[in-house]
């Protein structure tokens, strides 16, 4: 059952926003950045605390992205399994990635301390929950690799695994302590703040209409202002419509949904992720769910919002909880995932001070803020090069049609699902 008004629970919930503009008259920086997401609000914060002027620009509001819709689960690394990491770009390359990620919660955490952004932060660990032998064996191979690694993770046994989730649906869990969840815009309303406080000009609904590079300057033009700089960061990830350059062609999109619920009773609680971890499962279309600090399900999965996939949720929720009864959703909305060939982040140096990152595949909080201190350090000289790839990437061929058969399988998906429930 559906609530009347529905929309995102994070914009519902979030902490007051630092009161913006748009961009007017004429100014000079020495970086601009593109996108007020996770890593465009770092990358301002960590440059504005070297003493760097930096200016960003939101085409909207500030979270408007998927930073914003995000799921709000701080996980270590990336998607890939760590083997394949090494894989995909050579043992020192991927063991310098998996390193710098390795630590990405803790340094989420440390920053939200740094600066009391208030944004629900509970460092309590997540959950990887295996379904079927597939999904089992997965997890099995996940943690001989995260330990080989000196990884503190666990792997439980279904019955511990069912017990930390409240469901006997799951075979298996991998636990990583490190990890957690926030409520992310207000995350994202945290770090501007951060920004400003440090010295940062951000300002919103200011899209950028003009990019253009002269005598080693590039003049950047919004609707009512333009800036001159010497380096210019886009930072808009599968939002690329608020971008200058065409990025849109390096990444598919694919939308992620969520669901809330009203808060669950005292009672609930006490059975469903009574430690408060977050979850995703190891299913091909995966679902993740956790709980907010009102106690909310917030339940989400591959695929666009709509009766289709609301449908499934409520199913797959009564199957994984039949003590919850019917839930009634009080909030639903859906982001854009931007994932790339390889399943992780690039930055690409698209000309001579020009600058894209983006391609987290559906895993940005960490990562996001992570790379944002490391394009400071290396725009300021104390890095020499970033734990992500640099390379230019190439265009990913039948991209809609690629997006299509995404949003399609996941449909599908939710259809059989939906059936077999009933059955």
């Known amino acids: 059952m559906m609530g009347s008004g ?29 996108g007020g997401g996770f890593t465009g609000l770092s990358t301002a914060l960590h440059l504005a605390k070297e003493g760097i002027a930096v200016l960003l620009l939101e085409a909207d509001e500030l979270g408007y992205g998927g930073s914003g819709r995000n799921v709000g689960l701080v996980n270590a690394g990336v998607w890939l399994e760590p083997d394949l990491l090494d894989k995909q770009l050579g043992k020192e390359a991927g063991r310098q990635m998996y390193d710098a990620l390795a630590v990405a919660p803790e340094f989420v955490f440390k920053l939200i301390e740094e600066y009391s952004i208030e944004c629900e932060a509970t460092r309590n660990g997540t959950l990887h929950a295996g379904v079927g032998q597939a999904g089992l064996a997965q997890l099995e191979r996940r943690f001989a690799q995260l330990k080989q690694r000196g990884a503190p993770v666990s792997l439980l046994a279904a019955k511990d695994a069912q017990a930390r989730i409240g469901s006997d649906k799951f075979n298996g869990a991998l636990f990583d302590p490190r990890a957690g969840t926030i409520q992310p815009l207000s995350y994202v309303r945290g770090l501007a703040k951060a920004a400003i406080k440090e010295g940062a000009k951000l300002f919103e609904c200011s899209p950028v209409t003009g990019l253009t590079s002269s005598q080693g300057n590039w003049l950047v033009k919004t609707p009512h202002g333009e800036v001159t700089t010497s380096k210019v960061i886009l930072a808009t990830n599968a939002y690329c419509q608020h971008g200058v350059a065409n990025q849109s062609s390096k990444f598919v999109p694919i939308a992620y949904s ?8 005292s009672s609930q609680l006490a059975q469903v992720l009574p430690n408060k971890e977050g979850v995703w499962d190891t299913c091909t279309v995966m679902s993740s769910f956790r709980l907010d600090l009102r106690g909310r399900l917030i339940f989400g999965g591959m695929g666009a919002e709509g009766r289709v996939l609301s449908n499934w949720a409520s199913q797959r929720v009564r199957e994984l ?26 930055c690409q140096q698209l000309k001579d001070g020009l600058l894209s990152i983006s391609g987290y ?9 992570v790379m944002g201190m490391e394009l400071a350090q290396w725009i300021t ?25 995404y949003e399609l399988g996941a449909q599908t998906y939710h259809l059989g699902q939906k059936v077999h429930v009933l059955r």
């Open 381 to 405: 000289g104390q890095r020499e090069m970033l734990s992500v790839p640099m390379t230019k990437l190439k265009d990913i061929p039948f991209r809609e049609i690629q997006r299509i058969f």
């Open 6 to 34: 529905c929309q995102s629970l994070w914009r519902a919930s979030a902490t007051d926003a630092p009161q913006l503009r748009a961009l007017e008259g004429s100014h000079q920086v020495d970086v601009v950045i593109v």
């Open 361 to 369: 595949s559906g895993r940005g909080i960490g990562p996001g803020t």
């Open 321 to 346: 909880f039949p003590s919850l009864g019917e839930l009634a959703w009080e909030y639903s909305w859906t982001g854009n995932i931007a994932y790339s060939a390889d399943h992780l982040p690039h």
């Open 258 to 265: 969520q669901l809330a619920s009203q808060p669950l009773t």
